[in-house]
């Protein structure tokens, strides 16, 4: 079990999603490990029937505002993406010139054994922080989320960062395909 208090109910409506690293590990500070991301997501919305409103990826953790139409469900999208964007990523981390490798899979090891909730490496942690849009207003959170990199001092301005849908929402086109409202 996850602990998690924010559960979906209804897998095929609209919600805000927080995915994080665990122990809020900075593994996003790559390029890379950023693009494995990008490159998921878009996957998921090419064949699994994802839809993104907005989406941003920080240094330890990833929003999204968005739903997954039948047959998929959000349940089995979130799965199948952690597993993915986990073993890809840890593979990139024994591949790439990584300095912090023996640290970064070390503390992946552990929680792995830790919680026994994964074979060898478990980079994310258990739930998603859903949190149906039925009653919230969407633009509050797609708003929040543009805003994560300012609050951040990573850039001045939302649409300025790369690896955010608020290009998008600026009249742009992002890295990954999103839906504005």
């Known amino acids: 079990m996850s602990g ?4 979906i109910q209804d897998q095929f409506g609209y919600y805000f999603l927080t995915i994080t690293v665990i122990h809020w590990i900075d ?7 950023r693009d494995v991301i990008v490159d998921s997501l878009n996957y ?3 064949f699994k029937k994802l839809e993104i409103n907005a989406w941003v ?5 990833v929003h999204l505002v968005g739903r997954v139409d039948a ?6 999208f979130l799965r199948d993406f952690k597993k993915f964007t986990s073993k890809r990523i840890l593979d990139l981390i024994q591949e790439i010139p990584e300095s912090r490798k023996d640290w970064l ?9 830790r919680t026994r909730r994964a074979e060898n490496f478990k980079l994310w942690k258990d739930g998603n922080h859903a949190v149906s849009l039925q009653n919230i207003d ?3 959170k797609i708003n929040y989320i543009h805003m994560n990199p300012v609050r951040a001092h990573l850039v001045a ?11 998008d929402y600026a009249g742009g086109k992002g890295l990954v395909k999103t839906e504005v409202i």
């Open 4 to 7: 998690d208090t924010y559960k």
């Open 44 to 46: 998921c919305i090419q």
């Open 27 to 33: 593994i996003f500070t790559r390029v890379d490990y």
């Open 138 to 140: 969407a633009l509050s």
């Open 105 to 113: 899979l070390d503390k992946f090891g552990f929680e792995a054994r």
């Open 71 to 76: 047959p998929v469900g959000m349940s089995a």
């Open 57 to 61: 990826i920080m240094s330890n953790h």
């Open 157 to 167: 301005s939302p649409e300025h960062y790369l690896y955010s849908s608020a290009i």
